[in-house]
Nanobody
């Protein structure tokens, strides 16, 4: 059983919007931090946004004001609404979970398989 399953990626023109989602095992990860990371070709995986167990959220400077992370505990779904997309947002987006919300590292996170987001100029 795959613990995290992303969906909703695709292609969009610059300035457009996309919403990606992640289905997770609510029983296993109810006490965990949830986050979105992304990895562009030739670049290191970087964090995008997190949703902590106390409902605190955080965003990287590159997406702040454009992306919104949300979590529906009833549906066991984590989502990322992405607006005003730019070509530099093109990447594979990964849903991830970790006991502690330490986003500066990629260690000790459990990952989904990823969903591709492509933004054309």
């Amino acid at each position: 059983q795959v613990p995290l399953v992303e969906s909703g990626g695709g292609s969009v023109q610059a300035g457009g919007s996309l919403r990606i989602s992640c289905a997770f095992d609510g029983y296993t990860y109810s006490g965990n931090c949830m986050a979105w990371f992304r990895e562009a070709p030739g670049k290191v995986r970087e964090w995008v946004a997190y949703f902590d167990i106390d409902r605190e959220t955080g965003y990287s400077d590159s997406v702040k004001g454009r992306f919104t992370i949300s979590k529906d505990n009833a549906k066991n779904t984590l989502s990322l609404q992405m607006n005003s997309l730019k070509p530099e947002d093109t990447a594979m987006y990964y849903c991830a979970t970790r006991l502690a919300c330490v986003v500066r590292t990629t260690q000790k996170w459990t990952w989904g398989q990823g969903t591709q987001v492509t933004v054309s100029s």
